[in-house]
Structures are given as structure tokens and as C-alpha cells.
């Protein structure tokens, strides 16, 4: 297990292959609009830009069922080691206790801290958050929690199985009573919240499927409040000819094929595989959360760029 952790995580972070950071004065280059016409891509394929959101929905329609199963077909598995890493840089645990004894002494009305998991319908990654907090024993013990975690998917399908799993693994009272877990259907272009609203927001193998990668950074950007933070965990692009003609070879080759086998669904696998090459590199990312208005943004490479983790700041 230490052995797969080591090769999940790299040290490559930020604007270069070794900076630990990018300083604020040291931005990328200017980047285009992300949507410059009528058409998208949807994988290899052209499609309008109002045809694409219809179709990312259907593909995730028909894995909801074995989201599980998708991400380790994709992944070979070091999903649960990415996201893992994902909450240890979120740094949600420590936060929490503080919050907690913070809110002992002064019974805040409002919660201490709000966490926002987009495009996280079926709650893998806001379980660990539940988890991190405390939340599922402050359920158990109490009517209210200072933490609260939303969880927001534009597919009503996925977030079905969110909450049934989050039901069965917690019980009723985190979602009736304390409401530190909920589910919430929206679109990360234009979310249903209130400007300032939430201290963190997360987004894992989501952003390359929204339509408008801008206007979702714009609106990550609005509904975080002053000093909080943003965090994408995706999908990119291998700088080693050698190893990404290695990683090609099984993303094309074995990916769609097990997808047929084990879902019988060889065509949702295909656009997942090809809407990785078309998404934004590291660079490029950067870039734009810098164009979205963040601060200090850098990124940290795992398993030699095949997924990356950006990071960026609302400044105060």
C-alpha cells in the first residue's frame, strides 16, 4: 500500500516540474475563452454547445449504477488514493476540531464550515468529508452540527445513488436532523446558492464535462466566501512520451472494452477515455483559475500527471 501511495502522488507541483508554489506575481500566460463558438467537443465528437450538456447526462444516467466500478476501470483503482490525498490537502479534519471548539463556547447560529463537493453525485468524495469531520457521531449525539457538507450534481440519477448510499452507511439522522450531509441538484455553471456561501469547494472528475470549463470557474469563484478555497481533482495530461504512449494504450484499448463487458456500456467509457484528451492541460487550467479571479493557484501531479490537483484561493 505505501509502495502504491508513493507512485499515486508525485512531488511535481505548480508552475514547474519542482515549485512548491507560484507566487502571486508570477501568473500564466493569457488563455482564450474555453467555449469560442456554437460547437463543443463531446470526446473526438463536435457537437452544439446546447446538444452537450444533454449528452454528458445520458452517459452518467447510464453508469450512476457502477460509478464504483467506472472509476476503477479508469483509474486502476488509485481513485481511492487520489481522493484520499484530495482530503488530506484540504486539511478538513483539523478544521473541523477547531470549528467544534469554537462553536462549544459560542453556539454559533450559522455553520463554522461549509463544504461544497460539485459534480460529486454519488458521494464518494463527501463521505470522506463526513468521515474527516466527525459529522456521522454529532448525528448520533446531537440536532445540530457546525459542519455542514453539500453535495451538488446536475444529474438527479447520480445523486439517487448519493443519498441511498449515504442512507445506508449513515443512517437517516445526517440528512433529516443535523442536515450536515445533503444533496442538491444544480448546474456548475450557474449553482443554486447564494454568493459567499460556502469556505470550500470541490470538484473530482467533473470539471472536464462541464460545457463551459469559465463559467464554472466564474461560479466556483461567486459562491465562495472571501479567503476561501478551491479544489480540482481531475483527469490530465502525461508530459513522458514514454509512459503516456503506455497510458493511451490501455485508456483506448482496455478501458472501453471492460466498459462493454462489465456495464454493457462500451460508448460512455469511449467519451470518458477521449474527453480526457481533450480537456485543459496543467498549464492551461492554472491559467484560467487565474482568469476565474484566484490567488496562489498551483497544482500537484499524481501518478506522473495522469490526474492533477489544482488549487486556488478567493482572496480576502
Not at 479534519?93 to 462553536?103: F, G, I, N
Not at 459534480?119 to 440536532?143: L, M, Y
Not at 498549464?283 to 500527471?305: Q, S
Request: aromatic letters at 8%; a negative charge.
Amino acid at each position: 500500500a505505501a509502495a502504491a501511495a508513493a507512485a499515486a502522488v508525485d512531488s511535481n507541483t505548480a508552475g514547474s516540474s519542482s515549485d512548491a508554489s507560484v507566487p502571486k506575481n508570477n501568473r500564466s500566460a493569457q488563455v482564450g475563452d474555453y467555449v469560442t463558438g456554437p460547437t463543443t467537443h463531446f470526446g473526438y465528437e463536435d457537437v452544439s454547445i446546447e446538444t452537450k450538456e444533454g449528452r454528458v447526462r445520458e452517459v452518467f444516467e447510464s453508469v450512476a449504477g457502477n460509478y464504483d466500478i467506472m472509476n476503477d476501470l479508469m483509474s486502476g483503482g488509485l481513485h481511492r488514493l487520489w481522493k484520499d490525498e484530495l482530503l488530506r490537502m484540504t486539511g478538513v479534519e483539523a478544521v473541523a476540531k477547531a470549528s467544534r471548539r469554537q462553536a462549544a463556547h459560542n453556539h454559533p447560529a450559522d455553520p463554522l464550515m461549509s463544504i461544497l463537493d460539485v459534480a460529486g453525485g454519488t458521494g464518494d468524495v463527501a463521505f470522506r468529508f463526513v468521515d474527516a469531520a466527525g459529522c456521522a457521531e454529532r448525528s448520533r449525539s446531537s440536532g445540530s452540527d457546525e459542519i455542514k457538507v453539500t453535495v451538488c450534481d446536475i444529474n438527479p440519477e447520480m445523486l439517487r445513488v448519493g443519498e441511498k448510499r449515504a442512507r445506508d452507511r449513515y443512517g437517516h439522522a445526517l440528512l433529516d436532523d443535523t442536515k450536515a450531509l445533503s444533496f442538491v441538484e444544480g448546474n456548475a455553471q450557474h449553482l443554486p446558492f447564494d454568493d459567499e456561501q460556502f469556505d470550500l469547494y470541490t470538484i473530482a472528475f467533473g470539471l472536464r464535462n462541464v460545457t463551459d470549463v469559465d463559467m464554472a470557474l466564474r461560479d466556483a469563484y461567486r459562491v465562495l466566501k472571501p479567503g476561501g478555497r478551491y479544489l480540482c481533482l481531475e483527469f490530465s495530461h502525461v508530459p513522458n512520451p514514454a509512459f503516456q504512449a503506455i497510458y493511451d494504450a490501455y485508456s483506448f484499448n482496455v478501458i472501453p472494452a471492460v466498459g462493454e463487458m462489465v456495464a454493457d456500456d462500451r460508448a460512455s467509457y469511449q467519451y470518458l477515455v477521449e474527453s480526457i484528451r481533450k480537456f485543459s492541460t496543467q498549464d492551461e487550467l492554472k491559467a484560467r483559475l487565474e482568469k476565474a479571479g484566484f490567488d496562489n493557484v498551483e497544482y500537484t501531479n499524481m501518478a506522473g500527471g495522469i490526474v492533477a490537483v489544482h488549487s486556488g484561493w478567493k482572496p480576502l
